[in-house]
């Protein structure tokens, strides 16, 4: 039974330098014929399960003005919701504000992901984002009045950033005092900005410093580390995210969105002339059985706590081991097990995704 959507708002006021995400300048023309297209996508696929977590991401939500946010709002609000539901909205510091944080109160969102990336004037500049620390000081201020679960999102591991530069990030981070954080070093995606202007990564060891530095730094201060780049406080993780890592099923709507349905994992068109015609997805896929197994291992080894050995074999009538070889990693001591607990050592989180590139 499928409990999560993911709806996609592909307008942004600026263009980050590093960005590879699904999105456009803001024109309220797009605006409008955008979200008229997705009321319709919605209606024609959503078959009316209770979800348990809605996530609008972006691009960048806070960017539609307040009748556009409220027409947004209005359209979701077909999605029926179960008891302790979990609504995220994204927000960036250049345009959200108290009438926004009102209007999402109002329409039952409980979480806000706020995209701040760092505080740093220097480094705001490098990756073109418009907002300064102040801005980001007053603007979760305003939030923390409407809203108790906040989640920041940082970035480290930016062109020519030092250590000392991450250890006032994060003191910044800290003095807000909200209870999640996601926290992901710089990848120089293809076509983005950065590419194009080949900006060179900082040194390897450098930035597995940076990396120590946060997880000593986060958790002396109450926050857990419980997916390789997120951090939350007892009771705030990321209900909807742990959809993904639990592999369990999801729409996503709007354009450039994916979703897993029925087995099938399908991803929507990147194209606006597309998704304004109705020819929403792009591609789409079934699982094999083995496909499954890969997706259940990777997407639950980024979880601290792992995967449960017990499960996969409940769901798969076959033991994880007699799949896939997994002798050297624990030899090794990459991969641990404990209580029928499969997990990534805590010495190798940093290097996660390469651990887990061995299941495919
Ligand atoms: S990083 Fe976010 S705000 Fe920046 S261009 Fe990409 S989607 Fe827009």
Redesign the pocket.
Known sequence: MVKSAYIHIPF?E???AY?D?C?FLYNNEWVDRYLKELKKEIQLNYKGEELKTIYIG???PSSLNVKELKFLLDICSILKKEQNYEYTVEV?IENIDEEKAILLKKYGVNRISV?VETFNAKLLKVIERKHTKDMVLSKVLMLKKYFDNINIDLMYALPNETLSDVKSDLASFLSLDVPHISLYSLIIEPHTKFSVKKVEYIDEDLDYEMYKYINKVLKENGYMHYETSNYAKVGFESKHNLTYWDNLEYYGFGIGASGYLNNVRYENTHSINNYLSGNYIMDKHELSELEDMQNFVILGLRKIKGISLLKFKQKYSKNLEDIFDISDMLRNGKLKIVDNQLFVSEEYTYLANEILINFI
């Open positions: 942004c600026s263009i980050c960005c995400f999105k972006g691009g960048t960036n995209g």
